[in-house]
């Protein structure tokens, strides 16, 4: 493979979360475990994001990783972000200066894998001040290479069962639109806007907690993993 890997997690979570999911990916890219990391991503790191100045340390934190990483390696880096990891690894992809700090990972991040990943979610935007955000950043111009991994497990439902009755909520947050399908948590609107390059995983949910079959599991990765493959390969 011609990218160095590093896994994000998604918002509130524990790097260690992740660990099934790196071990699936080192089999299947042929890397060593320990030269793929899990940004070390804390959930207070995220409750700072609730305020415009918390986007600093994290960033910092992941450039840190990213140029590390490409470093030691030699490689562009391939970022494997789940849920808001996918949302802030696209956006480092894009952007030279973020809140008038500039990271320049976008230089060495050769693509970014949502996995789930929100990144056209109104009330993201709104509650983590994302918009303030990139009135005060500086993009690329070029745009990033980024592939949609979603799921398509429930469709909402006011009136529906339990599952769809959730998802309806849960989706009319992000979008508007309840009746959307998803992941559960995610309306695939939200993961897939218009001219995003994407994938649907039929029956697959956002989190691990919901159901076995969400993005990290092994099976699910086994589904993924070509594709991305191929996605990377097209982009060469």
């Given at each position: 493979?011609?990218?160095?890997?590093?896994?994000?997690?998604?918002?509130?979570?524990?790097?260690?979360?992740?660990?099934?999911?790196?071990?699936?990916?080192?089999?299947?890219?042929?890397?060593?475990?320990?030269?793929?990391?899990?940004?070390?991503?804390?959930?207070?790191?995220?409750?700072?994001?609730?305020?415009?100045?918390?986007?600093?340390?994290?960033?910092?934190?992941?450039?840190?990783?990213?140029?590390?990483?490409?470093?030691?390696?030699?490689?562009?880096?391939?970022?494997?972000?789940?849920?808001?990891?996918?949302?802030?690894?696209?956006?480092?992809?894009?952007?030279?200066?973020?809140?008038?700090?500039?990271?320049?990972?976008?230089?060495?991040?050769?693509?970014?894998?949502?996995?789930?990943?929100?990144?056209?979610?109104?009330?993201?935007?709104?509650?983590?001040?994302?918009?303030?955000?990139?009135?005060?950043?500086?993009?690329?111009?070029?745009?990033?290479?980024?592939?949609?991994?979603?799921?398509?497990?429930?469709?909402?439902?006011?009136?529906?069962?339990?599952?769809?009755?959730?998802?309806?909520?849960?989706?009319?947050?992000?979008?508007?639109?309840?009746?959307?399908?998803?992941?559960?948590?995610?309306?695939?609107?939200?993961?897939l806007p218009e001219g995003t390059?994407?994938?649907?995983?039929?029956?697959?949910?956002?989190?691990?907690?919901?159901?076995?079959?969400?993005?990290?599991?092994?099976?699910?990765?086994?589904?993924?993993?070509?594709?991305?493959?191929?996605?990377?390969?097209?982009?060469?």
């Amino acid at each position: 493979m011609k990218y160095t890997i590093v896994i994000v997690g998604g918002m509130m979570s524990w790097p260690n979360r992740y660990e099934e999911m790196r071990d699936t990916v080192a089999e299947l890219s042929g890397t060593a475990v320990a030269d793929i990391p899990i940004a070390p991503l804390y959930p207070l790191d995220w409750a700072k994001l609730f305020r415009l100045d918390g986007w600093n340390r994290l960033l910092n934190k992941l450039t840190s990783l990213i140029l590390e990483r490409a470093e030691s390696s030699g490689s562009r880096v391939l970022i494997l972000g789940h849920s808001l990891g996918g949302v802030i690894g696209k956006l480092l992809s894009e952007h030279a200066e973020i809140n008038g700090i500039r990271h320049d990972a976008h230089e060495i991040i050769g693509a970014v894998i949502g996995l789930g990943s929100p990144i056209d979610s109104r009330r993201v935007e709104r509650v983590l001040k994302y918009k303030e955000l990139l009135q005060h950043s500086i993009p690329t111009g070029t745009g990033g290479r980024y592939l949609a991994v979603y799921g398509d497990a429930v469709k909402g439902d006011l009136r529906g069962k339990l599952a769809e009755r959730y998802a309806y909520q849960a989706y009319r947050w992000h979008t508007g639109r309840g009746e959307d399908r998803g992941d559960l948590l995610i309306p695939a609107a939200a993961m897939l806007p218009e001219g995003t390059i994407g994938l649907k995983l039929p029956g697959v949910y956002h989190e691990k907690v919901l159901s076995l079959s969400w993005y990290g599991a092994p099976a699910i990765i086994h589904q993924w993993w070509p594709h991305v493959v191929e996605f990377l390969d097209a982009a060469n």
